[in-house]
């Protein structure tokens, strides 16, 4: 005599899905430390899911089932350590390329340039424009003694 199986007792042995003809689809095995990885060097979301071979969607549900946390929370913890990481490598980045390195800070890291205010005066301008018609007339006399 075999014993007739409720649909919600598979459906709680079978965390999995069935289709609507009631095939099955196992889940998709994820890695989660690929996933962690990949969060680290700053991917976004639709390009985890790519790498991943999920649906952006999928990986939302996923990280909440397997993290307990929403995937925005998930991925800026796991998003820090790749920025540390990042601060890192740019102090060995400025041995060879510091336009490299400051690009990075400011893209990646929230650096930015630092301004500093310069107080004129109007001495200063007074003297600026004594210098610039000293050159102007140091010119004529080179064009004159040329000609």
């Not at 689809?25 to 899911?49: G, M, R």
């Not at 397997?66 to 041995?95: C, I």
């Not at 109007?122 to 003297?127: A, G, Y």
């Amino acid at each position: 005599m075999t014993e007739e199986i409720k649909e919600e007792e598979i459906n709680s042995i079978l965390p999995d899905v069935i289709n609507e003809d009631r095939t099955f689809i196992p889940k998709k095995q994820i890695n989660w430390d690929f996933f962690e990885y990949l969060c680290s060097i700053q991917c976004s979301q639709v390009e985890i899911a790519g790498k991943l071979r999920i649906d952006a969607d999928t990986l939302r549900a996923r990280v909440l089932e397997h993290y307990k946390e929403p995937y925005s929370v998930m991925r800026d913890r796991f998003s820090e350590g790749g920025k540390a990481t990042l601060r890192q490598v740019q102090f060995g980045w400025t041995k060879k390329s510091a336009a490299m390195a400051m690009w990075l800070g400011k893209q990646w890291l929230g650096q930015k340039d630092t301004e500093h205010a310069i107080q004129v005066t109007p001495e200063m301008i007074d003297n600026n424009k004594k210098l610039i018609e000293q050159i102007t007339r140091m010119q004529q006399e080179h064009s004159e003694k040329s000609a």
